[in-house]
């Protein structure tokens, strides 16, 4: 009853929340009972939020990333203060130990959040807030419960909405609109649900956001980025009078990408849930995106169903670079990518792909894909050239695949779309000349191809380097290194895809730099899937150190 009657005190329109009424809070430290039940959820939401250990989490990040990341406030109370632009002394106030959770929802112009976070001493809090005489906030009831929105006094605005909460909550949001909306939600429900574990920060979607808002944002962004595209194809044909690209057709290639993406929304609309869990390791960062499919006859089921996972070893052997890529797939898997990539490439060209060029490109797809193995690497030698590796189920018919793949190049209309302008084949090597034509007295751009079958794998290398490079050449390997190889192996058997990406090795200044590697993978444990991206406290801090222009 004390508990009901300090509700209707604390949301009563005009009060002033001076030091002689009842708070709920005060009904809780006198053994009262905070009667603000959970809410619904908001519409439009697309996850909820929990932070398990706002300061350990943070202060980690702080000390393995460093940067400028090091010269923030190190607690959740003070970072929060710096943030929403409210008195630094009440950062104390802030329980950096316990959960904070919140909520993130659809808005038409971008993401609304709210996030609540426990006040170590509520009363103390207010003191500090409102009701002392230094105190320089004025509360004010805003719908949405019993929370009491901060305004300066004598005018101004905070750089976030932020309201005190009964239960010892502080709130916080991008305005008081999401403050009303998400508030309640994020303070009054999500503290019920059971806490993920496994990560520093949770976010977990339900499935009606995954059926609705969640869905219906990313088609918005795939229809405004197709319509764009389209307009552009539509100004370039008027521009030739009409008259489609000589070399291949970007209405078909849109085409394709549609009906790709009109499946993954298909499969994003059937899953049951999905889970990002961002976990602050002790050498890295790492977020995991996991999906748990809908309905066993649904096109989720079917597309994990369809996945053979296996380890990531491989990308151990492949060379130092700045991308090395890993692909995954059975026999059936094979042969499937075999034929999309043989439609799309028929239907980019159309009518321009005479009949005999197409059934060559047939013969050299197919003969590839029986040639090749479970596995595929491929990625950068340097910023000279590429590489491809593979396990030989048939040397022989690997090199004749490749012998056509080169033969077809030099024939229209691929040689006008790729400028090639003489293809000189030999005996496990090639030389292109490709390009604009060069000026006078320059030498036309040439690449080097080389290839072979040795010890069990088909090795291929194409560069610009002189003298030509073999099909293996003999550079370091990523996995000699101890950063990338426990990331890669971390991975266990689970990958169909994997990618190690180094990307200050695209800057010759930070090339032999320490290793500072991201890891993208994906793959499939139990019944679900999962995409990770994991990045080393090194990349973090260098690419923190270039935004800032050091």
Not at 135 to 157: D, T, V
Not at 412 to 420: D, E, M, S, T, V
Request: glycine share 10%.
């Amino acid at each position: 009853m004390v508990g009901l009657l300090a509700a209707t005190v604390a949301t009563a329109p005009g009060c002033t929340c001076n030091k002689s009424e009842v708070s709920v809070d005060d009904a809780a430290a006198f053994g009262g009972v905070v009667v603000e039940a959970p809410v619904a959820a908001p519409d439009g939401l697309l996850a909820d939020v929990f932070v398990a250990t706002p300061n350990a989490s943070w202060q980690r990040v702080q000390r393995g990333v460093g940067g400028t990341l090091g010269i923030l406030p190190s607690t959740l109370g003070s970072l929060t203060c710096a943030l929403a632009g409210l008195d630094p002394s009440l950062g104390a106030e802030i329980d950096g130990a316990a959960l904070a959770t919140g909520a993130i929802a659809d808005d038409p112009k971008d993401l609304a959040w709210a996030l609540a976070m426990k006040i170590a001493e509520p009363r103390r809090a207010r003191d500090v807030l409102f009701e002392s005489e230094t105190a320089r906030y004025s509360p004010r009831p805003i719908a949405g419960g019993g929370m009491l929105l901060l305004a300066p006094k004598g005018g101004g605005r905070l750089s976030l909405a932020v309201a005190l909460a009964p239960g010892g909550y502080l709130v916080i949001a991008r305005n008081e609109d999401d403050l009303s909306r998400l508030g309640p939600y994020a303070y009054r429900t999500v503290p019920t649900k059971p806490v993920p574990e496994g990560g520093a920060l949770v976010l977990d979607a339900p499935t009606t956001a995954l059926k609705g808002p969640l869905r219906a944002r990313v088609s918005s962004l795939w229809d405004a980025a197709r319509g764009d595209l389209a307009k552009k194809d539509d100004a370039a044909r008027a521009a030739h009078g009409g008259r489609a690209p000589d070399y291949g057709d970007p209405r078909a290639v849109l085409a394709l990408l549609d009906g790709a993406m009109q499946s993954r929304l298909a499969m994003l609309g059937d899953l049951s849930r999905a889970r990002v869990v961002v976990d602050v390791r002790e050498t890295s960062l790492r977020a995991d995106l996991v999906v748990t499919p809908g309905a066993a006859d649904g096109p989720s089921s079917a597309a994990f169903s369809s996945m053979h996972p296996g380890d990531a070893a491989p990308l151990l052997e492949a060379n130092d670079s700045p991308l090395a890529v890993l692909f995954r797939d059975d026999a059936g898997g094979r042969a499937q990518t075999a034929a999309d990539v043989e439609d799309a490439v028929k239907k980019a060209l159309g009518e321009r792909l005479a009949e005999p060029e197409a059934k060559r490109l047939h013969g050299a797809i197919d003969g590839w894909t029986k040639a090749r193995g479970d596995w595929t690497t491929l990625g950068l030698i340097g910023t000279d050239g590429l590489f491809v590796r593979t396990p030989a189920t048939n040397g022989d018919a690997a090199d004749h695949a490749i012998r056509e793949f080169l033969s077809l190049v030099s024939v229209a209309p691929l040689k006008q779309g790729l400028r090639i302008h003489d293809v000189t084949v030999g005996a496990g090597t090639a030389q292109v000349v490709y390009g604009d034509p060069p000026a006078k007295g320059a030498q036309p751009k040439k690449a080097n191809v080389a290839w072979g079958a040795k010890g069990g794998e088909i090795g291929v290398t194409v560069t610009t380097l002189t003298p030509p490079t073999s099909a293996t050449p003999q550079t370091k390997k990523i996995g000699e290194d101890p950063v990338i190889a426990s990331l890669v192996r971390a991975l266990d058997a689970t990958v169909t895809f994997a990618a190690v990406v180094q990307p200050l090795k695209l800057d010759p200044a930070r090339a032999n730099a320490a290793a500072a590697p991201a890891i993208v993978a994906w793959g499939k444990r139990a019944k679900g899937a999962y995409l990770r991206v994991e990045a080393s406290d090194v990349l973090a801090r260098e690419l923190l150190k270039m935004r800032s222009g050091f």
